[in-house]
């Protein structure tokens, strides 16, 4: 098992157009955080894991709780290529702050 810290990102888009599409992307978003994902902007949340296989993990269970419709996309990447994301309009939120080995807490 690697212990290279990552980030899941998850990107989406759904549709909004009725009262239960509106309530599917809600609960999709209460999912989202629930489950540990920080909002980086309205439709992109990303999550911090101690591992690939922790990343993994949290990539099937948004897998299994995407809506029917509407597109969503996710893609990990390493906390290293995370700090290397530009910022063009705006600053850095203090989710997307790097987080020290050392301080990265498991329970």
């Known amino acids: 098992m690697s212990y290279k810290i990552m980030r899941v990102a998850v990107?989406?888009?759904l549709p909004t157009n009725t009262k239960?599409?509106?309530?599917a992307a809600a609960q999709f978003r209460k999912f989202l955080l629930d489950d540990g994902f920080d909002?980086?902007?309205?439709?992109v949340y990303t999550r911090l894991c101690p591992n690939r296989d922790v990343a993994e993990k949290h990539?099937?269970?948004v897998k299994r709780h995407a809506p029917d419709s509407g597109s969503v996309r996710l893609l990990y990447l390493t906390?290293?290529?995370?700090t290397h994301m530009h910022v063009i309009?705006?600053?850095?939120?203090v989710q997307?702050?790097?987080?020290p080995v050392g301080?990265?807490?498991f329970f």
């Open 59 to 61: 990539m099937m269970r």
């Open 103 to 105: 301080q990265l807490a």
């Open 39 to 43: 909002m980086l902007q309205y439709s």
């Open 11 to 13: 990107f989406f888009d």
């Open 79 to 82: 906390e290293h290529q995370f």
């Open 89 to 93: 309009v705006g600053e850095k939120t």
């Open 96 to 99: 997307e702050k790097t987080v």
């Open 20 to 23: 239960a599409e509106r309530k």
